[in-house]
C-alpha cells in the first residue's frame, strides 16, 4: 500500500515515515474497499451477479484505484451483455495501471473477435429500439426485436427482463415464467426476474381446496391390552326361511314391474332424448364449420399483417438514427487495434455528434465517450488542427471550420484551433459564431498575442456594426 500524499510504500504505523501525512482513515477505506471486493467476488461465484455489482459500486466509490473490483465489475458487465460498460471499466483501469494489469488480456480478448464486438454494439440499439416500441404500446413489434436481440446476445438480461415483462403483460404466463427462469440462471439475484415470476407463481398456482375424508362406519375398532383391533362390522340379519321366500318374490315382482312398465318409456325417453342430442351436435359442428373458416381467413390476415410488421421493424432498426453511437464503437475498436492509428481513429470521430439523442440518452454511451475522450483528445485534436488549418490556409471555410471546431472540443487548451475557427467563421461571414469565438480566446488565453489579435477583431466585427 503507498501513500496518497507522496507514494512511499506505508508500514504498520497511522503516517507516513516519508512526508508525515495521516494515512490512518485511509488505510481504513482501503480495507473496507477490498472487504467489499471479496464480499462481490464471493456473490459473482454463486452467480449473484446483481448482489456482486452493487458491492463493486461501493467499493469503487470508497477507492477508485481499486485496479481488481474495476476488472471484475467489467467481467460481470460482460457476462450480463452490457459490453459498453464493460469496455469503459476495462479502459480506465488499463489508464489507471497498464504494467501487470489483467484489463490489457481482457481488451485483447474483445480486439480478436471485432466482429462479435460489432454484434454486440447492435443489440444495443436494437434493445433501445425495443424499449420505445414497448413505451408506445407496440407490444408485438418491442417482441420481435426482443426476439433478435437474444439470438444474437443471448445473455443480454435487461432485453431477457423486458421480454418477460412483455409476455406478463399479454398474459402468457408460461412465456415469461421460461423467460424468468432464464433470467435467474443468468443472475441468481434478479430481483426484478423474482418479482414477475411471483406475479406468474400467483397466477399459475392458485389455492387448491381440501377434500374431506370420509370415515368409514363399516369398521369396529377396539382396545385388547395394548392393542387395537380393527374388524369388519357384522350385520344381524333377522328372518327364517318365510323371510328369504318374500325377499324373492317381492325381487321377481319388481322386476316384472320394470320390465313391462318402465323399461319401455325409459327406453323411449332416452332415444328421443339421443335424437335431439344429436341434432344439437350437428348444428353446434356446423356452426363450428363456419366458425373454422372465419379463424382461418382471420389466421391467414393475421400472419400478411405480421410479415408485413416484421418487415417495418427491420426496416425501422436498419434506419433508426443510431450513427455517432456506431461510430464511437468503431473508433474504440480502430484505438484496441493500433492506439497509433490517428487517421482510422480520426475518420471515425468525424461521425460522432456528442449532442446526438443516443448519446445523451445513454448514461453508458456518454461515460464511453468522455473517458475515450480523455484518452486520445489531445492526440486526436492535433490531427484535426493540422488538418483545419491547411484549410484554412487554402481558403476552404467550410472544413477548416468542422476541423478545427472539432479540435477545439477535444482539446479545449488549444488556442491556435479557437483562434483560427473564429477567423475561419468571420472570413465565411459567419459573425455571430466568430465573435463568440474571438471572446472564448480572450477567456480562456488571457495575456497572449492570439488575445490581443482576438480584441482586435472583436473591435473591427463591433465597428462595422454587424
Request: proline share 2%; glycine share 6%.
Amino acid at each position: 500500500m503507498q501513500c496518497y500524499a507522496c507514494g512511499n510504500e506505508l508500514n504498520e504505523q497511522d503516517y507516513c515515515t516519508a512526508c508525515g501525512a495521516d494515512v490512518g482513515f485511509y488505510k481504513k477505506i482501503i480495507q473496507i474497499s477490498n472487504r467489499l471486493y471479496n464480499d462481490a467476488l464471493d456473490k459473482a461465484r454463486v452467480r449473484d451477479l446483481s448482489g456482486a455489482v452493487k458491492c463493486l459500486r461501493q467499493s469503487l466509490r470508497l477507492y477508485r484505484g481499486n485496479i481488481d473490483a474495476r476488472n471484475l465489475l467489467g467481467l460481470i458487465y460482460y457476462e450480463m451483455g452490457e459490453v459498453v460498460a464493460a469496455l469503459t471499466e476495462w479502459v480506465i483501469s488499463k489508464n489507471l495501471r497498464e504494467e501487470r494489469n489483467l484489463a490489457g488480456d481482457l481488451l485483447e480478448m474483445v480486439q480478436r473477435e471485432p466482429q462479435r464486438l460489432e454484434t454486440l454494439g447492435r443489440t444495443s440499439k436494437k434493445y433501445n429500439l425495443a424499449l420505445n416500441y414497448a413505451r408506445q404500446e407496440s407490444y408485438d413489434l418491442a417482441v420481435i426485436q426482443l426476439k433478435r436481440i437474444l439470438q444474437l446476445n443471448p445473455g443480454f438480461l435487461r432485453a431477457r427482463e423486458l421480454l418477460a415483462l412483455l409476455y406478463l403483460k399479454s398474459e402468457e404466463y408460461e412465456r415469461a415464467k421460461l423467460e424468468c427462469n432464464r433470467c435467474l440462471r443468468i443472475d441468481s439475484g434478479d430481483t426484478k426476474a423474482k418479482r414477475y415470476l411471483k406475479e406468474v407463481q400467483t397466477v399459475l398456482a392458485p389455492g387448491e381446496a381440501k377434500r374431506p375424508r370420509r370415515g368409514n362406519s363399516d369398521i369396529v375398532r377396539y382396545q385388547s391390552g395394548n392393542e387395537t383391533i380393527i374388524q369388519p362390522q357384522r350385520h344381524s340379519v333377522s328372518g327364517g326361511i318365510f323371510s328369504f321366500a318374500m325377499l324373492l318374490l317381492g325381487l321377481g315382482l319388481g322386476i316384472a314391474i320394470a320390465w313391462f312398465l318402465i323399461l319401455p318409456a325409459r327406453v323411449t325417453r332416452i332415444q328421443q332424448a339421443a335424437k335431439q342430442e344429436l341434432a344439437s351436435v350437428s348444428e353446434e359442428s356446423d356452426a363450428k364449420s363456419v366458425q373454422i373458416r372465419n379463424l382461418e381467413q382471420e389466421q391467414a390476415k393475421l400472419s400478411e399483417q405480421i410479415t408485413e410488421l416484421e418487415k417495418e421493424a427491420e426496416a425501422a432498426g436498419e434506419a433508426a438514427p443510431h450513427e455517432s453511437a456506431d461510430a464511437l464503437m468503431l473508433a474504440v475498436a480502430s484505438y484496441l487495434r493500433d492506439p497509433e492509428d490517428m487517421a482510422s481513429i480520426k475518420s471515425y470521430m468525424v461521425l460522432v455528434d456528442k449532442d446526438a439523442p443516443e448519446m445523451s440518452a445513454n448514461e453508458d454511451v456518454r461515460r464511453l465517450y468522455n473517458d475515450f475522450r480523455a484518452l486520445v483528445g489531445k492526440n486526436l485534436a492535433a490531427a484535426f488542427y493540422n488538418e483545419g488549418y491547411e484549410a484554412f490556409r487554402a481558403e476552404n471555410d467550410i472544413s477548416a471550420i468542422a476541423s478545427l471546431k472539432r479540435a477545439s472540443e477535444l482539446d479545449e487548451e488549444n488556442e491556435e484551433a479557437l483562434f483560427y475557427l473564429a477567423r475561419a467563421y468571420y472570413r465565411s461571414g459567419d459573425t455571430e459564431n466568430a465573435r463568440d469565438a474571438f471572446e472564448l480566446v480572450v477567456d480562456r488565453f488571457p495575456d497572449t498575442n492570439l488575445a490581443a489579435e482576438s480584441q482586435n477583431m472583436l473591435a473591427e466585427i463591433n465597428n462595422s456594426g454587424v
